[in-house]
């Protein structure tokens, strides 16, 4: 993705350019995607969410690990599920260890809500 830098990204983060957001997540260099994909945490969106879920699935440990973060980031008891599964069947303990870092930060802000 040509002109893509990290200023960007954060702009586009604190703008929620969900779009611009999706893109830059798939790009070539791997600190625009691992930013990007730490923007989509921050802005509350389903299609950051569908993204994040989609992401999982990368081939990256870090990548992985870091969409985890990010649906942590997000709070969306929705994405509990992904993160179970992701945290048992993950082959990256690493991952595994942020996807259950992300579901106990989802069920605290659940059960402040309470």
Same mark, same amino acid.
């Given at each position: 993705?040509?002109? =893509? *830098?990290? #200023?960007?990204?954060?702009?586009?983060?604190?703008?929620?350019?969900?779009?611009?957001?999706i893109?830059?997540?798939?790009?070539?260099?791997?600190?625009?995607?691992?930013?990007?994909?730490?923007?989509?945490?921050?802005?509350? &969106?389903?299609? *950051?969410?569908? *993204?994040? =879920?989609?992401i999982?699935r990368?081939?990256?440990?870090?990548?992985?690990?870091?969409?985890?973060?990010?649906?942590?980031?997000?709070?969306?008891?929705?994405? #509990?599920? &992904?993160?179970?599964?992701?945290?048992?069947?993950?082959?990256?303990?690493? =991952?595994?260890?942020?996807?259950?870092?992300?579901?106990?930060?989802?069920?605290? =802000?659940?059960? #402040?809500?309470?």
């Amino acid at each position: 993705m040509f002109g =893509v *830098s990290l #200023e960007k990204i954060d702009k586009w983060t604190k703008k929620g350019k969900v779009e611009r957001l999706i893109k830059a997540a798939s790009d070539s260099d791997k600190d625009i995607r691992l930013a990007a994909i730490r923007g989509l945490g921050k802005v509350d &969106h389903e299609k *950051s969410f569908n *993204s994040l =879920v989609f992401i999982l699935r990368d081939e990256d440990p870090e990548i992985r690990g870091t969409a985890c973060e990010s649906l942590g980031e997000l709070r969306k008891v929705i994405a #509990e599920e &992904h993160l179970k599964y992701i945290a048992k069947n993950d082959p990256d303990k690493k =991952v595994k260890e942020k996807a259950i870092e992300a579901i106990k930060k989802i069920d605290e =802000v659940n059960e #402040e809500a309470l």
